[in-house]
């Protein structure tokens, strides 16, 4: 179980899985429910960036959402003042990763430890929610695009064919792209995770000092996997900002940081199909429960953690695995008795 | 001159504000070594005790004085029993379990009270400087300040209960041996904790408005200062407060509220790549 986990096969057949249920579901659904799925798509890149850099780096990083949220504004503005989609979309993966990048090598090189710096990353996407918040007089612009602060940007223009902005994309070429950008990413982090970089990667999360000794620089490599997850989640945003076209400074928001977190803590750390079925089952728990008053989404997501965290600290996947593998061994056992 | 002084008096209680927002905080994590971030609503739980404890026609220095940190620190003691105690030693878990409880109380509050902002009115007047108007209440809150960084000063230091607390952070097995149950010691100290930043909360109602997300608003500060601090409860807190506010409102006085606190960030994160230990890493060591 665990070494067809590991195997490139695994990689291959949710590849396959994931090629099969995103030519198929544009042909089974409505718009309707085809535009919710293509959030839960968007959401799950998010998560997956998440899952990456907690779950095989070993960073506890709180505030992915400033990472999103930066890759929805500067999407946003780049757009509103460029017209043509294709620099945008480019932008809005290249700044969240310099920041990220910034922002690591101050966590890195001053050597914090993980609390500290799940702390530090939590408190950049407050300082990010109540700047932006604040921008919402008319002196504040970039070029033609006002930041609008707690009111957020609305009708942003749409990702366009590249080159031609007179071609936006409609629901269904939106839905291939941001499905197609999860497939990819997922067998980019796969092969990452098993090439050489990636091995090494894991090792400084297993044990830091050891792999430090080993002649490896591990403020380098974590600094290289925070910012690579910086660039993912940036992409995520700029998908949700498209999605909408709008956003609002709720994407740095605290709650937006704290799914991400329970996104993979329910999925499961340590694996990166887990947080993507976690993200979309979390999500669609939430558009249930906005459906109805009696709860309110905030309370569940706090139950859902901290029953998580005490209970089923591995979360689903690989409990899951591990039910799979106790009833799969038993049988084998049984079958040695006999 | 009444500028300068009027600044001063700002600064002092920028100070102040960090000062009582973050012990709370600082006693759980320099003691305990646990970060609670439910911290925000425990501040936000002690605001609305001080405001439900005035409508029912409590007088308001008693709400915010007695009834927010008894109210709060009575919470502690649960939250420790039910999710805290299960979770020593495993840091990064007690942070996820207290950030899921910190969602479980918004959410919580939401239902109950609904997403409305309260308030009670700032007590006591304003006195002037030149052209400046101070209300008294931020001098108030200046000395609160003082007395309570004195006061936590007395209980660690001179009381035998601080001994305790202490002795059994340092070696839990052998205060054990020597008659002292650690779960017991564990739960007060969270309990104190939590009962200061009730106070913390109490002592914001009048003047900042109370809705269950507030303490959004606030534990960015706290944390960092904090984390800024280092171990050291007392001087950490201290030193870091003072440093982190002077910026904050410097920063404030010359651009915005929000513009003040993003530099209070830059400064610590700077500062921390320098000192990944705290203030109190490289200062001041062995302080309370």
């Known amino acids: 179980m665990t070494a067809f986990r590991e195997s490139p096969w695994s990689a291959v057949l949710v590849m396959l899985l994931g090629v099969m249920a995103t030519l198929a579901i544009p042909q089974w659904v409505d718009d309707f429910a085809l535009i919710q799925i293509t959030i839960y798509v968007v959401m799950a890149i998010l998560a997956i960036s998440q899952a990456f850099i907690w779950g095989f780096s070993g960073i506890l990083c709180f505030g992915q959402a400033s990472f999103f949220g930066l890759g929805a504004y500067t999407y946003a503005l780049a757009v509103v003042n460029m017209g043509e989609s294709t620099m945008p979309v480019l932008l809005a993966i290249a700044l969240p990763g310099l920041f990220a990048l910034l922002l690591g090598y101050f966590m890195f090189y001053g050597r914090l430890s993980d609390v500290y710096m799940g702390v530090i990353t939590l408190t950049v996407s407050l300082i990010f929610f109540n700047s932006v918040n604040s921008t919402a007089g008319p002196e504040w612009r970039i070029g033609n695009a006002p930041l609008g602060g707690f009111n957020g940007i609305p009708s942003i223009p749409p990702i366009n064919f590249p080159g031609n902005p007179e071609d936006p994309l409609d629901a269904i070429a939106f839905f291939y792209l941001c499905a197609f950008s999860l497939i990819a990413i997922y067998g980019g982090l796969r092969w990452l995770i098993s090439s050489r970089i990636g091995h090494v990667i894991v090792a400084i999360k297993e044990n830091e000092q050891r792999a430090t000794l080993l002649g490896f620089d591990a403020r380098a490599f974590k600094l290289f996997a925070f910012t690579l997850g910086g660039c993912i989640a940036g992409l995520s945003g700029c998908f949700f900002a498209n999605w909408g076209s709008f956003t609002s400074p709720t994407v740095f928001s605290l709650g937006q940081s704290a799914q991400i977190i329970v996104w993979v803590i329910v999925g499961g750390l340590g694996t990166l199909v887990g947080p993507i079925i976690g993200s979309m089952a979390i999500q669609w728990l939430t558009t249930q429960i906005g459906t109805q008053q009696t709860f309110n989404s905030n309370l569940v997501l706090g139950v859902i953690l901290v029953v998580f965290v005490l209970l089923v600290p591995k979360g689903i996947i690989p409990s899951l695995g591990d039910v799979l593998q106790k009833l799969f061994g038993k049988k084998v056992a049984k079958g040695e008795d006999a | ?288």
């Not at chain 2, 996820?96 to 009670?120: H, K, P, Y």
């Not at chain 2, 030149?130 to 300040?145: D, E, K, N, R």
């Not at chain 2, 601080?162 to 041996?177: F, K, S, Y």
């Open chain 2, 1 to 288: 001159m009444d500028l300068a002084l009027i600044v001063s008096v700002q600064v002092l209680y920028a100070i102040a504000t960090l000062v009582i927002i973050s012990s709370g905080l600082a006693v759980i994590f320099g003691m305990m070594r646990v970060i609670n971030l439910a911290h925000g609503e425990f501040l936000m739980l002690g605001a609305y005790s001080a405001i439900f404890a005035t409508k029912a026609g409590v007088n308001l220095w008693i709400a915010m004085l007695v009834v927010a940190p008894i109210c709060v620190g009575l919470f502690g003691i649960v939250v420790e029993r039910l999710i805290i105690r299960h979770l020593y030693g495993r840091m990064v878990d007690t942070m996820l379990a207290t950030w899921g409880l910190s969602l479980l109380c918004v959410g919580l509050v939401t239902s109950v009270i609904g997403n409305t902002t309260s308030g009670v009115s700032t007590p006591e007047g304003s006195f002037s400087i030149g052209a400046y108007s101070v209300s008294f209440y931020t001098m108030a809150l200046i000395v609160i300040a003082v007395v309570l960084l004195f006061a936590i000063r007395w209980v660690l230091r001179s009381t035998d209960w601080g001994l305790i607390a202490r002795g059994t952070m340092q070696n839990p097995g052998m205060a054990d041996v020597l008659g002292i149950s650690p779960t017991r010691v564990y739960s007060i100290t969270f309990a104190v904790g939590a009962a200061l930043s009730g106070l913390a909360g109490g002592l914001l109602a009048p003047v900042s408005g109370v809705v269950p997300t507030m303490g959004g608003s606030f534990i960015a500060k706290a944390f960092i200062t904090v984390i800024g601090g280092g171990s050291a409860i007392l001087a950490g807190t201290v030193s870091a407060s003072a440093l982190f506010g002077l910026i904050n409102q410097l920063a404030t006085f010359i651009t915005t509220p929000v513009f003040g606190e993003v530099a209070l960030f830059i400064a610590a994160v700077v500062m921390l790549r320098m000192l990944p230990q705290g203030i109190t890493g490289r200062f001041f060591k062995g302080s309370l």
